[in-house]
Structures are given as structure tokens and as C-alpha cells.
């Protein structure tokens, strides 16, 4: 990411020309932190209206609501790992990182990340719950559970990420330590290690992360076919309880999507704008297409921000 450095000397015509592209690059470095400040704006605003929202309202206080908290909270967390710094970065002439702070990011990007794709499974299986065992529904999503399944998505991208952060750490560095990535990102940081041993943490770590992610995916969508079996089987009467399952879907795609596009599309097949496009799809973007999504596609929340308003205006 850091611009290349520019020579010292007379103004001949290549030099003025470096400098003019400078000067472009700049431009575009400002129109593109303005940008990132105000998606990183909304991302924890949004997240924060949504909290605040399940907060206040009782008619929120149902598991759905619950987890839909969590993962606000997540995605709040998720962005702040990156943003601020790549922000911070375009403000400096030395676009550097210590090493203690990279192993630090990747960790903490891969344990929301990794809680995030486990709680949007949780999320899944409390639909299938209420749509195909409504009279057991208060029962089987207990309080216990709904406790012990945001319990087991925080843990289980904790551990995960600990693992791949001190496997990277083992590993030394040499040459010009230099990652050409946005920020500190497992594949990117393991091509700048000059160890034999750097393809067995790739190992390790797409094991551990497939492992999260294809599980969590799997999960939903074997909840999603069975709810889609029970919808099509009952009819009316479940249809619109599927309604409220539109909102969860959406936000499913967008992050199993761009993460997919991001993890397993080779990096050496694309550009690195591209790799760079992918990356704030799934890193910065969708933390902020959550709350938005849930805003525009779910009653219950728009009716929630409706009466807070009108109690504020009427206060």
C-alpha cells in the first residue's frame, strides 16, 4: 500500500510527470479515506441504532432479536480492527505496522470474523425452530440455549483465530517485510515469510477457518431447506413467518459471498485492485449493509425506530 518514494533532483519532464501522478494519487487517496470515514460512520451508527433498538423496545426482547444484537456488536468490532488503521495509514507518509500489531489485527479480524459466520448460523437454526416447531419453539430456544449457542460462536473464533495468530508468529520474516495488502491479512502476511514451513500454517489456517466458515454455512443452509420444505408443505400459514426469515438471508449472502470471492478466488489469478475491492466488500461494506438490510426488510425494526422517533419528538 505505501506509495512508492520519489527522487530528489532536478525538475526535468519524467520528474514533473512522477510528481503530477503523485499529486493524482493523492486526490485519490483523500476521495477514498472520505469515503471509508463515512462508511466506517454509518457501520457504527447503524449498529449502535440497532442495539439501542433491542434494547429499549420489549417487543424485541424475542431470541431473533437476541442474536441480531450480538451480530451488530460483532460487526461494530469487525470494521474497527481495519478501519481506523487503513484511515490512519492514509494520513501517513509511512504506511507501516509493528509486528506485535499485525499478529494483533489478524487475530482479532479472524475472531469476529469467525463469531460472525457462527452466529449467523445460530440465527438460521432459531428460524427453523420457529417456523417448523412453533409449539416447541419457547422451549427449545430456551434462554440456556440461546445463551449457550452465543457462547459457543464467541469461543469457537477465539480459539480458532488464537491458533492461526501464534502458528503466524512462529514464523520468521525476511527481505523487505513488505505486505501489499490494505492491512494485515493471513494469505498476505504468509507470502512475506521466507520460511518452509509458511504452506503448513496455510494448511493449518484454511482448515481451521473452513472449518468455521463451511460449518456455519452448512448449517444454514440446512436449516433454510428444511424451512423452505415446511413452507412449501404447510402453505399460507407459514409463509408469512417466512417473511421474517428475508432479512437474515440477505445478509447471509452478502457475507458468505464476498468472503468466498475474497478466500477462494486465487490471489495471484486477479489484480491487486481487485483483491483490494473484495477485501473492503467483506471487511468494511457488509458490517455496514447489516443494520440497513434490517432496517428496510424487517417490520418489527422499522416499527421500533418509528416509536422511538415519536417518543423523542414528543419529549
Same mark, same amino acid.
Given at each position: 500500500?505505501?506509495?512508492?518514494?520519489?527522487?530528489?533532483?532536478?525538475?526535468?519532464?519524467?520528474?514533473?510527470?512522477?510528481?503530477?501522478?503523485?499529486?493524482?494519487?493523492?486526490?485519490?487517496?483523500?476521495?477514498?479515506?472520505? *469515503? +471509508?470515514?463515512?462508511?466506517?460512520?454509518?457501520?457504527?451508527?447503524?449498529?449502535?441504532?440497532?442495539?439501542?433498538?433491542?434494547?429499549?423496545?420489549?417487543?424485541?426482547?424475542?431470541?431473533?432479536?437476541?442474536?441480531?444484537?450480538?451480530?451488530?456488536?460483532?460487526?461494530? *468490532?469487525?470494521?474497527?480492527?481495519?478501519?481506523?488503521?487503513?484511515?490512519?495509514?492514509?494520513?501517513?507518509?509511512?504506511?507501516?505496522?509493528?509486528?506485535?500489531? *499485525?499478529?494483533?489485527?489478524?487475530?482479532?479480524?479472524?475472531?469476529?470474523?469467525?463469531?460472525? *459466520?457462527?452466529?449467523?448460523?445460530?440465527?438460521?437454526?432459531?428460524?427453523?425452530?420457529?417456523?417448523?416447531?412453533?409449539?416447541?419453539?419457547?422451549?427449545?430456544?430456551?434462554?440456556?440455549?440461546?445463551?449457550?449457542?452465543?457462547?459457543?460462536?464467541?469461543?469457537?473464533?477465539?480459539?480458532?483465530?488464537?491458533?492461526?495468530?501464534?502458528?503466524?508468529?512462529?514464523?520468521?520474516?525476511?527481505?523487505?517485510?513488505?505486505?501489499?495488502? +490494505?492491512?494485515?491479512?493471513?494469505?498476505?502476511?504468509?507470502?512475506?515469510?521466507?520460511?518452509?514451513?509458511?504452506? $503448513?500454517?496455510?494448511?493449518?489456517?484454511?482448515?481451521?477457518?473452513?472449518?468455521?466458515?463451511?460449518?456455519?454455512?452448512?448449517?444454514?443452509?440446512?436449516?433454510?431447506?428444511?424451512?423452505?420444505?415446511?413452507?412449501?408443505?404447510?402453505?399460507?400459514?407459514?409463509?408469512?413467518?417466512?417473511?421474517?426469515?428475508?432479512?437474515?438471508?440477505?445478509?447471509?449472502?452478502?457475507?458468505?459471498?464476498?468472503?468466498?470471492?475474497?478466500?477462494?478466488?486465487?490471489?495471484?489469478?486477479?489484480?491487486?485492485?481487485?483483491?483490494?475491492?473484495?477485501?473492503?466488500?467483506?471487511?468494511?461494506?457488509?458490517?455496514?449493509?447489516?443494520?440497513?438490510?434490517?432496517?428496510?426488510?424487517?417490520?418489527?425494526?422499522?416499527?421500533?425506530?418509528?416509536?422511538? $422517533?415519536?417518543?423523542?419528538?414528543?419529549?
Amino acid at each position: 500500500m505505501s506509495p512508492k518514494s520519489l527522487q530528489r533532483g532536478n525538475l526535468s519532464r519524467p520528474t514533473m510527470f512522477l510528481l503530477l501522478g503523485f499529486s493524482s494519487a493523492y486526490r485519490a487517496e483523500v476521495t477514498l479515506c472520505l *469515503c +471509508l470515514s463515512l462508511v466506517y460512520l454509518v457501520t457504527v451508527l447503524g449498529n449502535l441504532l440497532i442495539m439501542t433498538l433491542i434494547w429499549l423496545d420489549a417487543h424485541l426482547h424475542s431470541p431473533m432479536y437476541f442474536f441480531l444484537g450480538h451480530l451488530s456488536f460483532m460487526d461494530i *468490532c469487525y470494521s474497527s480492527v481495519t478501519l481506523p488503521k487503513i484511515l490512519g495509514d492514509s494520513f501517513s507518509p509511512q504506511k507501516s505496522i509493528s509486528f506485535v500489531g *499485525c499478529i494483533t489485527q489478524i487475530y482479532f479480524f479472524l475472531c469476529f470474523g469467525g463469531s460472525e *459466520c457462527m452466529i449467523l448460523a445460530a440465527m438460521a437454526y432459531d428460524r427453523y425452530l420457529a417456523i417448523c416447531h412453533p409449539l416447541h419453539y419457547s422451549v427449545l430456544m430456551s434462554r440456556k440455549m440461546r445463551h449457550g449457542l452465543v457462547a459457543v460462536s464467541w469461543l469457537s473464533g477465539s480459539f480458532s483465530s488464537l491458533v492461526q495468530a501464534l502458528l503466524t508468529a512462529r514464523l520468521p520474516f525476511c527481505g523487505s517485510n513488505t505486505i501489499d495488502h +490494505l492491512f494485515c491479512e493471513m494469505p498476505f502476511l504468509l507470502k512475506a515469510s521466507c520460511s518452509p514451513d509458511a504452506p $503448513l500454517n496455510k494448511a493449518a489456517m484454511y482448515a481451521l477457518a473452513g472449518t468455521i466458515a463451511m460449518g456455519s454455512f452448512l448449517l444454514t443452509l440446512t436449516s433454510y431447506v428444511r424451512i423452505i420444505g415446511t413452507v412449501l408443505q404447510k402453505g399460507a400459514g407459514t409463509q408469512r413467518a417466512f417473511a421474517t426469515c428475508t432479512s437474515h438471508l440477505a445478509v447471509v449472502s452478502l457475507f458468505f459471498g464476498a468472503g468466498a470471492a475474497a478466500y477462494l478466488v486465487p490471489h495471484s489469478s486477479g489484480s491487486k485492485e481487485m483483491d483490494e475491492v473484495l477485501t473492503l466488500l467483506y471487511a468494511v461494506v457488509t458490517p455496514m449493509l447489516n443494520p440497513i438490510i434490517y432496517s428496510l426488510r424487517n417490520s418489527e425494526v422499522r416499527g421500533a425506530i418509528r416509536k422511538a $422517533l415519536h417518543r423523542g419528538v414528543l419529549q
